[in-house]
């Protein structure tokens, strides 16, 4: 079946580098595109910015212009979500969402990576 | 990008309707039919209930229904069952950008 599955949980100390994946399946993942979505615990969802699958080019909301990266490695399916230089508000469950499909709603979601940043 | 306005809070009784209201601009809302919602259980991914302002994907009850008149999308949930408690979030194509709302708590009573 279709899905995103997202790698597991993370605890990283202030200053440090983290890097989520995004394997899809059950679909030409060139595709669509994906985006990635941001919530902080207890908050609302944020969106972050999304990559293009055919071509590698990333766009990134206002918010998420430094120290965040999109990246595919297309020979395994995978989006990658990368955050340099972490700070404690970086704390945040994140999630890749298909996108293109209908109509720019995203209609298949990863489970969601929990990043902790703390000392 | 601002992200749009929905009410914090909403509920209604079991088999009452409830709607949910989401406000933006003309460069959002009101600018495209791409407005989306999403429902989201606590501790769960959210998921899409309607795309393009009205339509259900495959597998979404019909008590879930949704329009848009100028810069304000609405939801609605009718037939209010205890399910549908959850999060709400709408979602809005903003012309290269994507915004969302600040999601609404809805409860059944």
């Known amino acids: 079946q279709v899905q995103l599955v997202q790698s597991g949980s993370e605890l990283k100390k202030p200053g440090a580098s983290v890097k989520v994946s995004c394997k899809a399946s059950?679909?030409?993942?060139?595709?669509?595109?994906m985006d990635w979505v941001r919530q902080a615990p207890g908050q609302g969802l944020e969106w972050m910015g999304w990559i293009n699958t055919n071509t590698g080019n990333p766009t990134y909301a206002q918010g998420f212009t430094g120290g965040f990266v999109f990246s595919l490695d297309t020979s395994v399916n995978t989006a990658y979500l990368q955050i340099s230089s972490l700070k404690a508000e970086d704390t945040a469950v994140y999630y890749c969402?298909?996108?293109?499909?209908?109509?720019?709603?995203?209609?298949?979601w990863g489970q969601g990576t929990m990043v902790t940043v703390s000392s | 990008q601002s992200a749009l306005t929905q009410p914090p809070s909403a509920s209604g009784s079991p088999g009452q309707s409830v709607t949910i209201s989401c406000t933006g601009t003309s460069s959002d809302v009101g600018g495209y039919n791409y407005v989306s919602w999403y429902q989201q259980h606590p501790g769960k991914a959210p998921k899409l209930m309607i795309y393009?302002?009205?339509k259900r994907p495959s597998g979404v009850p019909d008590r879930f229904s949704a329009s848009k008149s100028g810069n304000t999308a609405s939801l609605t949930v009718s037939g209010l069952r205890a399910e549908d408690e959850a999060d709400y979030y709408c979602?809005?194509?903003?012309?290269?950008?994507?915004?969302f709302g600040g999601g609404t708590k809805l409860t059944v009573l």
């Open positions: 059950g679909y030409t993942f060139t595709n669509y595109a």
């Open positions: 979602s809005s194509y903003a012309g290269s950008n994507k915004v």
């Open positions: 393009e302002v009205s």
């Open positions: 969402a298909r996108d293109g499909a209908i109509g720019y709603a995203f209609d298949i």
